[in-house]
């Protein structure tokens, strides 16, 4: 069974700072690409920013370019989203996603997707 699990979602100020860790189980983490989407009520899903299975490559949506960085660590089977200079706009809950890929180039749309987390929200005060 794979689990991903997000956590470090809260409340913060506009200006702040979070980050987001997803811990994966249950899969050959090396294996896999990682993404972070986000949704709010009443919108599609949107691409944040995605990491490719050994780091090198990272993408980024052009609304978070600049503030929000991705990383992992392969060794901890962990991804992390720091996220900076936050704006209310930016409130969503979090998903992280997984897929099973190591090309080079990584999906920026969900359905490149195979197993995704159960969230965590993320609300950025005015």
């Known amino acids: 069974q794979v689990y991903l699990v997000e956590s470090g979602g809260g409340l913060v100020q506009a200006g702040g700072s979070l980050r987001l860790s997803c811990v994966a189980s249950?899969?050959?983490?090396?294996?896999?690409?990682m993404g972070w989407f986000r949704q709010t009520p009443g919108k599609d899903r949107e691409f944040v920013a995605s990491?490719?299975?050994?780091?090198?490559?990272?993408y980024y949506a052009d609304s978070v370019k600049g503030r929000f960085a991705v990383s992992r660590d392969n060794a901890k089977n962990t991804v992390w989203l720091q996220m900076n200079s936050l704006k209310p706009e930016d409130t969503a809950v979090y998903y992280c996603?997984?897929?099973?890929?190591?090309?080079?180039?990584?999906?920026?749309?969900?359905?490149?997707?195979?197993?995704w987390g159960q969230g965590t929200q993320v609300t950025v005060s005015s």
């Open positions: 996603a997984a897929d099973m890929s190591l090309s080079p180039i990584v999906a920026t749309i969900g359905d490149g997707y195979d197993y």
């Open positions: 249950g899969l050959r983490f090396n294996g896999y690409a």
């Open positions: 990491i490719s299975w050994n780091g090198v490559n990272k």
